[in-house]
């Protein structure tokens, strides 16, 4: 077997706009660095380490590969294992080839959310994929969506190749937990990577759970990177953890499409509504989790008529918001998330909020069903 350089050689990282150093090897993140210093939560740099559609790609005649990772989970005081470090999924000339449980590396134990972290440092761990077929093919390792996974070496028993450019769209998508997708069966089975490979595009990413909040710097992290197909998933955290009202919320969706049309004029552009979440169609946030595990909204209803959001006040907004600008802007579309996940399939929101592995890839099929469609806004 072969070391072969992760930094400077053939290997290609997607869906990373940043590699970060690290004692054990390189950490993709999936933010540019810059970034970093305008986080106003912490949180938000844990979020973006979660490689959530980051591949590793490159050709290959190797029959047998191994990666070689240090991952970082977390651990409640209460709980008797680590959290699920999720899975490592190989990819050969576009079909599955194998997947494998990541290791467990680095714990990071808690006496319950939010509380103060002790990190019980870990070692790398080892998965093989072998058997793989004979002949030069073209390979794409696809990293755990839940868990950030340092890359500390990657072995071969033949040649590594750099991947060949494939020609195919480039399709930047922004959302939240439900787009990030923790509770997927997989990295692949994400609902924008499964309607990615349905559409036959290449996805990036950057969605952040808990924080999609329409922050200016992933505005103008998404106006300064190629991108053939842009999509923006909003509302859900902003209701959730009541970040603006109805007098300040326009002017944002407003200022972030600005910002994204500053480079992207021309560029397909779908907004999106929630999918539905009982909770917060009608109440307005904060929420929080009750003894049954399922997500119920702090907000009191009557403050909605008042300036409160509500996920129905954020649909409308958001399509009279699109209906407003198609007159100079016809590359801008618009798409109700309930589209994709409607109030009969609600018992598929494990908390109230999140959807089930399954149901995540019912929506990617039903967004590319709709967005690439020979009418779609993604055709």
Request: charged share 20%; with cysteine; net charge negative.
């Amino acid at each position: 077997m072969r070391t072969v350089p992760l930094v400077g050689g053939p290997v290609e990282f997607r869906g990373a706009l940043d590699l970060e150093s690290t004692r054990a090897g390189v950490m993709p993140r999936r933010l540019p660095a810059w970034t970093t210093e305008q986080y106003q939560d912490p949180t938000v740099y844990g979020v973006t380490l979660m490689p959530s559609g980051v591949r590793l790609v490159f050709r290959t005649d190797a029959r047998e590969l191994e990666f070689e990772v240090l991952t970082s989970t977390g651990q409640l005081d209460t709980d008797p294992e680590p959290r699920s470090t999720g899975m490592l999924e190989l990819m050969v000339d576009g079909a599955p080839a194998g997947r494998r449980q990541a290791p467990v590396g680095n714990v990071l134990r808690m006496a319950g959310p939010g509380a103060t972290q002790r990190l019980i440092p870990g070692e790398p761990g080892t998965v093989r994929f072998s058997g793989l077929p004979a002949g030069m093919k073209n390979v794409e390792l696809w990293l755990p969506q839940q868990t950030p996974t340092e890359l500390v070496a990657l072995r071969a028993d033949g040649e590594v190749l750099a991947p060949l450019p494939d020609g195919r769209r480039r399709w930047v998508h922004y959302g939240s937990s439900i787009s990030h997708c923790l509770e997927a069966d997989g990295p692949t089975g994400t609902w924008p990577v499964v309607a990615a490979a349905l559409g036959g595009v290449e996805v990036i990413n950057l969605s952040q759970s808990g924080n999609a909040l329409l922050d200016p710097y992933v505005a103008r992290t998404i106006r300064d990177m190629p991108a053939d197909l842009i999509s923006l998933k909003a509302g859900i955290n902003i209701v959730s953890l009541t970040a603006f009202r109805l007098r300040t919320f326009g002017p944002a969706v407003h200022g972030f499409l600005d910002t994204i049309r500053d480079s992207h004029p021309d560029t397909p552009l779908l907004l999106m509504s929630p999918v539905s979440c009982p909770a917060l169609e009608d109440s307005s946030g904060p929420t929080t989790t009750g003894p049954d595990g399922m997500i119920r909204a702090l907000g009191d209803a009557d403050d909605v008529a008042t300036g409160a959001l509500s996920l129905t006040v954020v649909r409308a907004e958001l399509a009279r918001i699109v209906a407003a600008r198609k007159a100079h802007d016809p590359h801008l579309h618009y798409l109700d998330g309930r589209e994709l996940l409607g109030p009969d399939e609600v018992t598929d929101l494990a908390d109230g909020l999140h959807p089930t592995a399954a149901a995540y890839r019912r929506m990617g099929k039903r967004f590319a069903a709709h967005a690439f469609a020979d009418d779609g806004p993604f055709a």
